[in-house]
Nanobody, 129 residues
Framework: VQLQASGGGLVQAGGSLRLSCAASGRTVSRSGMGWFRQAPGKEREFVSA????????YYADSVKGRFTISRDNAKNTVYLQMNSLKPEDTAVYHC???????????????????????WGQGTQVTVSS
């Protein structure tokens, strides 16, 4: 499966962006999906994840209340709505497809990169102060 993230850009602090992750090659409607980000000089970090049905969502503490993950299985696409953006949100954002449909309600599973077997190239998000 190929994952293509889009929607990144340059935005002022307090602004919003909506990222999309479109899958091709095969359906991801039965896969959990996640967003990760990596800032220059920093390790990759978990941002958010969603189960195959959309019934369960997970967020890093740093984005909780500001970001919302959603999915449209008919379009084979996952979204990340990012509001109240901060300069520390600046990073390349990657989407990933999990090996399983859900995470069993366990946050540690959702945030573990080992549980994902397909990764997109990423889209740059830059938040200016």
């Amino acid at each position: 499966v190929q994952l293509q993230a889009s929607g990144g850009g340059l935005v002022q602090a307090g602004g919003s962006l909506r990222l999309s992750c479109a899958a091709s090659g095969r359906t991801v409607s039965r896969s959990g999906m996640g967003w990760f980000r990596q800032a220059p000089g920093k390790e990759r970090e978990f941002v958010s994840a969603i189960s195959w049905s959309g019934g369960s969502t997970y967020y890093a503490d740093s984005v909780k209340g500001r970001f919302t993950i959603s999915r449209d299985n008919a379009k084979n696409t996952v979204y990340l709505q990012m509001n109240s953006l901060k300069p520390e949100d600046t990073a390349v954002y990657h989407c990933a497809a999990a090996k399983t449909p859900y995470y069993g309600g366990i946050y540690a599973y959702a945030r573990d990169p080992v549980r994902y077997d397909y990764w997109g190239q990423g889209t740059q998000v830059t938040v200016s102060s």
